[in-house]
Every structure is written in C-alpha cells, then in structure tokens.
C-alpha cells in the first residue's frame, strides 16, 4: 500500500512540483494551502511536508495544533533559506525533520523515507513487544482481573493516572500498558525515575535548561516533557521528588506548559502523564512532604497494584509466564515445573512481590539440571517470615485448586506447557518475531551489538548466539557499513 503523504503550502507551484515529484515516487499525495486543513487531514496521512512561513496560520503554528491533539504522524518541516533558528524551532515544537528552501529531490525523499522508516520501526517494535508477551500482565485472581479492568478502562482516555503499590508488583509494567492501550502508543513512552535524579538536577532533566543557565550547563537540554511530547510521560518514584519540582510539574499539569531552567519562555507540550510510587502519599501530604494540590491532579484515576500474597493462585501462571519469556528472550531449553514445585512456589511469602517471583525463575531456570523443575529444586526461602500464608495452596496440572476439590481431567499442566513448546508453528512464529525484533534492533543500533545488546538488555555472548541461530550476521555487517562503522 502507498504511503500517504500531506503537503502543506500556500505556494501554488511548489504544491504542485511537490505533488509531481512524489507522485512518480509512487506515493499518494494530497495538497493544502492553509494550516487549518493541514491540521484537519493529517491523521489520514503517514507523513506530512509543512512549510514554515506561510500567509495566516503559519507552520510552526499548525505544528503545535496538531502536537496538542495528540497527532503523532511525522511532521517536516520547509524552512526558508538560512532560518536554521525556527527550523530548529520547529524540530524542539514536535517535527521530525526539517528541510530547507530550495528543495531538492534528493533531500524531500531522503527525509521523507527517514522519517516514514523510524515511525514503521516504532509501530513494529510495539506490536512485537506486544506479541512477544513482554508486556503482558498476567494474573486471574479477582485482584487482578479488578487491575485488567482498571488498565482496560483507563488506558484509553488521556486521564492523569497515579499506580500505586509496593514494590515489585509490576506499577512499570501496567504504565507501559496503559500507554500502549492509549490513543498516543505511537507517540514516545518516556520513563523518569524521579529517585535517581539528584535534587539539583531533576528541574532540568525533566523541563530542560538553556545553555549557561547554572554552572555545569555547558549544553542545552530538551527537558523530558518535552521529548514526551504526543506520548506518555512515566513519572516513577513520584513519592521522591522535591517539592520545588512537584510545583513545577503541577504547572505542567495544569496549564500544558513547560518552563526551562534559564529559559524566558515556555514550550507547550500535550503528554500524557502516568505517576508511581510506593510510598504512602497521603502520609507523606499530612508531613508536608507531597503537596496535595499535586496528589489530586495525578490521582485522578488511581490504579492499586496488589502484593502477590494477595493473589498467591496466580503464582503458577507467572512461573509459566517468567519460565517461557527467559526461554525464549535467552535461547535457553524449555524446563518443565512439576505441580509439586509450583505448589512449594505458591505456598511461599513473597515479601518481594513478582519481582523476587521472576528472579527466582530465572535462577532455576539456569541452576536446574535437566528439563524438570520438582519441589526439591526449589530450595527453601530464606526469609524467616516465609511460612505458607493464609489458606494451603493445591496445585493440580499447573493450576491452584481449593483443598478436597477434585482435579478436572489429566494434568493439564503438561498440556499448557506442550502447547508453548512443541506446536513446531507457534515456536515457528516466535522465531520470527524475535528475529524480526532483532532485525529492528540492530538497524536503531547503527548494526554494533555492544548497543543492541545494551537495547535489548541482554548479554553480548547472547546476542552473538541469536545472530547465528538466525543467520543475521549480514544483516549486522550491512548496518554497520551504513552507519561507517568499521
Ligand atoms: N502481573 C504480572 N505479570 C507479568 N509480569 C509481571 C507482573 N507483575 C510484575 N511483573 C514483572 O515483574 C518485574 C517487576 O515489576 P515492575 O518493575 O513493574 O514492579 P514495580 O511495581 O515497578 O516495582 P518497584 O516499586 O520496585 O519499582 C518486571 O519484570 C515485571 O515485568
Ligand atoms: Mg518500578
């Protein structure tokens, strides 16, 4: 199918040579003269060409109209001839690229293709962490299902969302997939850990800073905000930032605005903003640490992640989970857990929630001899609370039955894990998927596998292994000569 590509232009003749030029190119062009329409067209388009300077509503204009809609399709902008300091304007405002009068064919085209590949990349990417289960929360208890519904229910309105939960119960991961539910998952996903930035520092990293504006600011700084803008900003640990900077960011909230360190002016940005912590708020606004003003405007839809001791029949579920994903993310053999080792797993305490679930997955995925997990394997927690909590926990074919309810039919168990492993299509499908998120990957990565590694988050000895077993030593070579890499 042919891209779709909007012009934007209020000369008539270079609409027009515009129009011809990327028509032969095989793409399907619609023309404009004004920004309204502009704004009014480009959600039906993959790509738009927008100039700068035009008589009316101007470019940089109907640039930022269409960022505060939350339109995400790629924008680049047409400067005058040596106006290099609204280009870069416009790129700071939300456009993808800017080109500069006279145009060229060979630039229009290079530019459009750039920006159409990384907007493809970022769609796949998406799709395939989705398909890949990387970003799925599972669970069926009722405090799950109650979470699902929560993400179901939020995740499509541009509503401020505040998670809230202790440690380890996956507040990360209901943000990703509430932004991915969202109508700006195209847009960036911009995570801010609020409890690694140094005090003196988090005003700028989260608003930016001008060149000179403290000692130390040698360059200036596009504020995350800003680089969230048309997406979703995740503001983690929000329990441990300052009050100065809980000021600012109520003003973001408020009025859209964001002003940088140093900076005369301010930058509208449209994000949508999703907060976690796991301190209590609502003690901390009684000490005079959390301005309350603040906890209303996040809380707007409070989401609560429960412990996992609330919801111990979810725990043979997520070892299968965490079991299959670091099989497949690591290139390792599938290993079976027998009911027996899922019910020691499920009779423990879990003071670390999924987190120290998914850890200890993993080390017995690595530490087990032989493709069978028993009881025996799982060695005893070492935390002295760790007595069985609440009602004993049964474990029939990988699933939690109440105690003197009968098993329904054969182990299912053996079932569920032979259908993640064996069905020679599914392994199939997950191959290529991982193959073509490595292909991604690696392409973003300029080919060097240190980064891609890095990306990706797994060992290089890994990723070298994966390049083979998908004959994708080409594809790293050819990256790389593309980038000038040697
Ligand atoms: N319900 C779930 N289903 C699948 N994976 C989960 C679930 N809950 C948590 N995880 C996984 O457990 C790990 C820890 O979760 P996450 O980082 O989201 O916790 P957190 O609540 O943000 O913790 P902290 O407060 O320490 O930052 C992650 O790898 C996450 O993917
Ligand atoms: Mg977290």
Request: charged share 30%; hydrophobic share 40%.
């Amino acid at each position: 199918m042919a891209y779709r590509v909007l012009i934007c232009d209020d000369e008539a003749d270079i609409r027009e040579s515009l129009r011809v030029l990327l028509t032969d190119e095989g793409f399907e062009v619609t023309a404009v003269a004004a920004g309204a329409n502009a704004v009014a067209e480009a959600p039906d388009h993959d790509a738009v060409l927008l100039d700068i300077k035009m008589a009316g509503q101007d470019g940089l204009e109907t640039l930022a109209q269409l960022r505060r809609r939350g339109v995400t399709t790629p924008v680049i902008m047409i400067s005058g001839h040596g106006d290099v300091r609204t280009a870069m304007e416009a790129v700071r405002a939300g456009a993808n690229d800017f080109l500069e009068k006279p145009l060229s064919s060979e630039h229009v085209l290079n530019a459009l293709r750039r920006v159409l590949d990384s907007s493809r990349l970022a769609r796949e990417n998406e799709e395939l962490r989705r398909r890949l289960g990387i970003t799925r929360l599972v669970g069926s208890a009722p405090v799950m299902k109650k979470l699902l519904a929560d993400v179901a229910k939020a995740a499509p309105t541009p509503a401020t969302i505040l998670i809230v939960g202790p440690s380890g119960t996956g507040k990360e991961l209901v943000a990703r997939s509430i932004h991915e539910g969202s109508a700006v998952r195209s847009g960036p996903f911009v995570q801010v850990n609020c409890a690694a930035i140094p005090e003196t520092l988090i005003e700028s990293e989260l608003f930016g800073h001008e060149k000179g504006s403290f000692t130390g600011a040698e360059r200036k700084q596009v504020g995350k905000f800003v680089e969230a803008d048309g997406g979703t900003i995740f503001l983690d640990e929000i329990g441990d930032m300052s009050l100065s900077a809980q000021a600012k960011v109520l003003r973001v909230l408020q009025e859209g605005e964001v002003e940088p360190v140093g900076s005369p002016r301010v930058v509208r940005v449209k994000v949508r903003v999703i907060a976690a912590t796991n301190r209590d708020l609502t003690k901390m606004i009684g000490q005079g640490k959390f301005r309350e003003d603040l906890y209303y405007r996040l809380a707007v839809i409070p989401i609560p992640t429960p412990a996992l001791a609330d919801h111990p029949e979810d725990v043979p579920a997520l070892v299968l989970h965490f079991a299959d994903l670091f099989a497949r993310t690591n290139n390792y053999r599938p290993k079976r857990f027998t009911d027996d080792a899922l019910a020691a797993l499920a009779a423990r305490a879990w003071p670390g929630n999924v987190r120290e679930l998914k850890n200890l997955v993993e080390r017995l995925m690595i530490m087990t001899d032989g493709d069978v997990i028993d009881a025996s394997d799982v060695e005893p927690s070492a935390a002295p609370d760790a007595a069985p909590q609440g009602p004993p926990v049964v474990v029939r074919g990988g699933k939690v039955v109440r105690e003197g309810e009968e098993p329904e039919g054969p182990l299912p168990v053996d079932e569920v894990w032979g259908r993640l492993v064996a069905i020679p299509a599914l392994q199939a499908f997950q191959d290529e998927a991982e193959r073509l998120y490595l292909v991604a990957k690696l392409a973003e990565n300029g080919g060097n596998v240190t980064r891609t590694a890095e990306a990706i988050e797994t060992p290089r000895s890994n990723l070298y292994k994966k390049l083979d077993r998908y004959g994708l030593k080409r594809e790293r070579d050819e990256a790389r000569r593309e980038e000038g890499t040697p």
